[in-house]
C-alpha cells in the first residue's frame, strides 16, 4: 500500500490527479482481494471436494466482479485514469514479485561472493 501511495503523490505532484486516484482505487481493490483470498482458503480445508470446488469457483467469481468495479468506475467517471487503475490492481503482485526478484539477485550475489 505504501508503494501505492508513494506512486499516488508523485502523480498528483506532477498533476495527474486522475493517475493519482486511479491508482489508489486499484490498489484499494487489490488489496481487498488479496485479504480475501487469504480467508477463503482455510475455508476449503478438511471440506469434501464438491463443495471446495464450488467455495473456489465462488470465490473466484466473486473476487473477479470486485475486481471490475474500480474499472468500471474509471470507465465511467473521469476523475480516475483507467490505465492507472488496471496498474493499481495488479500492485500487489508487482510488490510481491519485485521482493522476491530482490531476494533472489540478493542470494545470488552472496552465492557468488564479492566481485572484484
Known amino acids: ?3 501505492a501511495i508513494v506512486i499516488a503523490l508523485r502523480f498528483f505532484l506532477a498533476g495527474q490527479s486522475p493517475a493519482s486516484k486511479g491508482i489508489i482505487l486499484g490498489t484499494i481493490f487489490s488489496v481487498v482481494n488479496f485479504v480475501l ?3 477463503a482458503l482455510p475455508l476449503r480445508i478438511d471440506k469434501p471436494k464438491r463443495k471446495t470446488f464450488f467455495l473456489s469457483l465462488g470465490s473466484i467469481f466473486f473476487r473477479y466482479l470486485l475486481m471490475a468495479l474500480p474499472i468500471v468506475a474509471a470507465v ?3 476523475q480516475f485514469n483507467l490505465v492507472a487503475a488496471i496498474v493499481g490492481l495488479f500492485m500487489i503482485q508487482f ?9 533472489l539477485i540478493s542470494s ?3 552465492k557468488h561472493g564479492p566481485s572484484h
Open 1 to 3: 500500500m505504501w508503494t
Open 37 to 39: 483470498i487469504g480467508k
Open 76 to 78: 465511467k467517471f473521469k
Open 95 to 103: 510488490v510481491i514479485l519485485a521482493d522476491h526478484s530482490v531476494k
Open 108 to 110: 545470488i550475489r552472496n
